[in-house]
């Protein structure tokens, strides 16, 4: 029988708006799912390629545990007076405290759970103040293009310089309040957009930034602060922490001027014939039972990733998708896309073409044959997408014209990644 004794040592709450884990350089954690095996033509059972962390990475261990040890007092949050359902809120607040740390966030910032990121963008876009013009790039992915009521697209740059005098141009064209909207890391080419910059641009126009960092945070060291961002949205299930939470975070004001997100228990601070909406934009935007076991997780992949260090993280990551990236170069017909060229910085995805074949057809051949898991299609970045293909691949609609996209992270390794590669040079010489 499990017994209680974890709620002494959940720090109390002005402590833990300053708590900063620190790097400890422990081993990089183990993820579940690393021995699977899957069926592959003939009935044979092969360890399973996973090569699809950008679309969902698998659980880290210390997320799994962190998710077991605090079910058996799972409980109501912000409405129970037993022991559980205050440890339960306290493991829920202590969550929020930990991602605000883990991003580099102001102390000041709102943190709200959301499903995703998908969730995070359109929870920001219904709190724009009436007016709002939003600037996007045709090259993010749909989440964060379509959900602004207003807004400016700007076709995808040919150098990151051009990125930057192109949202000039445009924040300067414009009256108003304005928010800037860009990804941090493409999920289709991984390439690193230059958001520090894209902030100071932003900023000189009294405009506003947000960045999605879905395809970041997994990857890469992230701060809110140091890069001068006003908000920032991510998802747990990409960041290895499948329990369906995800996270605006950001400054409060238009947060705690926007319409309530979700109108119903937990917003109100109260309701006679006047309904008293909470101002803090977490109570106002987190109606309902939140999802505490995801924020838990959420919290517990951060502090896994910390706790291993960037470094050693990013070493790996670089190692593995250099050789990639090498090995499909190195097959004739095989076409990587890129935005900005070869040499530009770029997380853990690549995302490719095969002469010959349609992206569904290799995808199938790599799954049913080689156990190796990648996603084809167009990644919910179709104008994106359908840029970097050309006209000459007869543009997205045609069912043709999408890309392969393979994408590592913690628990890949040099065998999955060259059985990929091997895989498709077969492919090609049939
Ligand atoms: C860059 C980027 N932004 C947003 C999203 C949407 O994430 P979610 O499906 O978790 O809302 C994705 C998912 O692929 C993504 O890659």
Request: aromatic share 6%; charged share 20%.
């Amino acid at each position: 029988m499990s017994t209680l004794t974890i709620f002494s040592s959940v720090p109390a709450r002005a402590a833990e708006a300053e708590a900063v884990p620190v790097a400890t350089g422990r081993p990089i954690p183990a993820v579940l799912g690393a021995d699977l095996e899957v069926p592959v033509k003939g009935g044979r059972l092969v360890g399973y390629a996973n090569l699809d962390y950008a679309a969902s990475a698998p659980c880290l261990e210390p997320v799994s545990a962190a998710v077991t040890a605090a079910l058996p007092a799972y409980s109501s949050v912000h409405r129970g007076a037993g022991y559980a359902s205050q440890l339960t809120t306290a493991r829920y607040e202590q969550a929020r405290h930990t991602v605000r740390a883990f991003v580099g966030a102001r102390p000041d910032d709102a943190v709200i759970f959301t499903r995703n990121t998908t969730d995070a963008t359109n929870l920001l876009a219904r709190c724009l103040p009436a007016g709002t013009t939003t600037v996007v790039f045709d090259t993010e992915h749909h989440a964060s293009l379509l959900p602004w009521e207003k807004s400016v697209r700007l076709a995808p740059p040919a150098f990151p310089g051009e990125a930057v005098r192109a949202a000039d141009a445009a924040l300067a064209g414009i009256d108003g309040p304005k928010l800037l909207v860009v990804t941090a890391a493409s999920n289709v080419t991984g390439e690193l957009w230059p958001i520090a910059a894209l902030a100071h641009v932003a900023h000189r126009h009294g405009a506003r930034i947000l960045v999605d960092a879905a395809q970041l945070v997994p990857h890469r060291r992230l701060n809110l602060t140091a890069l001068d961002l006003d908000y920032v949205a991510f998802s747990g299930h990409k960041l290895y922490a499948p329990f369906g939470a995800g996270v605006l975070i950001g400054r409060r004001d238009w947060l705690a001027d926007g319409e309530p997100y979700l109108k119903g228990g937990g917003a109100v601070r109260s309701v006679g014939d006047d309904t008293e909406w909470h101002d803090d934009p977490e109570p106002r935007h987190e109606a309902g039972t939140p999802n505490v076991l995801g924020a838990i997780a959420l919290a517990a992949a951060c502090d896994a990733l910390t706790a291993t260090g960037w470094t050693a993280l990013v070493r790996e990551e670089e190692r593995l998708i250099a050789r990639l990236r090498s090995g499909l170069a190195s097959i004739e017909g095989v076409r990587e896309l890129s935005l900005w060229g070869d040499d530009h910085p770029r997380v853990g995805i690549v995302s490719f073409t095969v002469a010959g074949y349609s992206a569904r057809e290799v995808a199938e051949v790599l799954s049913g044959e080689y156990g190796i898991g990648v996603r084809d299609g167009k990644f919910c970045a179709h104008p994106f997408v359908r840029h970097l293909l050309g006209e000459a691949d007869g543009g997205c609609e045609d069912g043709t014209a999408s890309a392969v996209r393979a994408s590592i992270g913690i628990g890949s390794t040099q065998e999955h990644v060259d059985r990929l590669v091997e895989a498709v040079r077969d492919l090609v010489n049939r």
